[in-house]
C-alpha cells in the first residue's frame, strides 16, 4: 500500500511540473505571437487557462498529501497525543467530505458536458473538467494515506509507553 502512495505521489509531482513548463512555454508563446509578431494566437490562452485549472486542482491535492493546507497547528501541538490525533483526524473528514463532493459532482458534471466542445480550440470540455474529480480521488488518497501513518505512529507512541 505504501508503494502505491509513493507511485501517486511522484506522478504527481511529474505532472505538476509538466503542466507548469506547458503553461509557461504558451504563455510565452502568447506573448511573443502578439507583441513580437504582431498576430496573436487564438488557442493559446484557452490552453493556458485550462493548464492553470488543472495545475491549480492537482497542486490543491498535492497539498494535502504534505499537510500543506491551512491549518492551526498552534493549537494541535499543545494538546496531548490522543486528542491532537482526534483534531488531525476531524480534520481529515472535513477534507474528505470537500473531496468527495469534488469526485461525485465532477463525475456527475463530466457526464453531462460529454457534447461540449471548446470555443477555440474545439478541446471537448470534459477534459479540462476532469482536472475536478481526479483532484478529489488524488486527495482522498492523501487522506487514506496521511490517517494511516497518524494512526501507526499513535500505536507505537502506546507501545512505546507501555513498555
Request: proline share 5%.
Amino acid at each position: 500500500m505504501d508503494a502505491l502512495f509513493a507511485a501517486v505521489r511522484k506522478a504527481e509531482r511529474w505532472l505538476l511540473v509538466a503542466l507548469m513548463i506547458l503553461l509557461a512555454v504558451f504563455c510565452f508563446a502568447q506573448v511573443f505571437w502578439r507583441l513580437i509578431l504582431q498576430n496573436p494566437l487564438a488557442w493559446s490562452e484557452e490552453v493556458s487557462r485550462y493548464l492553470f485549472v488543472w495545475l491549480t486542482f492537482i497542486g490543491a491535492a498535492a497539498a494535502v498529501a504534505t499537510r500543506g493546507h491551512f491549518l492551526v497547528d498552534v493549537v494541535i501541538g499543545k494538546l496531548p497525543p490522543r486528542p491532537a490525533l482526534a483534531f488531525r483526524l476531524f480534520g481529515y473528514l472535513a477534507i474528505l467530505f470537500f473531496a468527495y463532493i469534488m469526485l461525485f459532482h465532477g463525475w456527475e458534471l463530466l457526464k453531462r458536458i460529454l457534447n461540449q466542445f471548446s470555443p477555440a480550440m474545439r478541446l471537448p470540455m470534459v477534459i479540462p473538467y476532469a482536472a475536478l474529480p481526479l483532484s478529489g480521488l488524488l486527495m482522498i488518497l492523501h487522506l487514506v494515506e496521511l490517517a494511516r501513518a497518524d494512526l501507526r505512529e499513535s500505536r507505537n507512541r502506546n507501545r512505546e509507553g507501555r513498555a
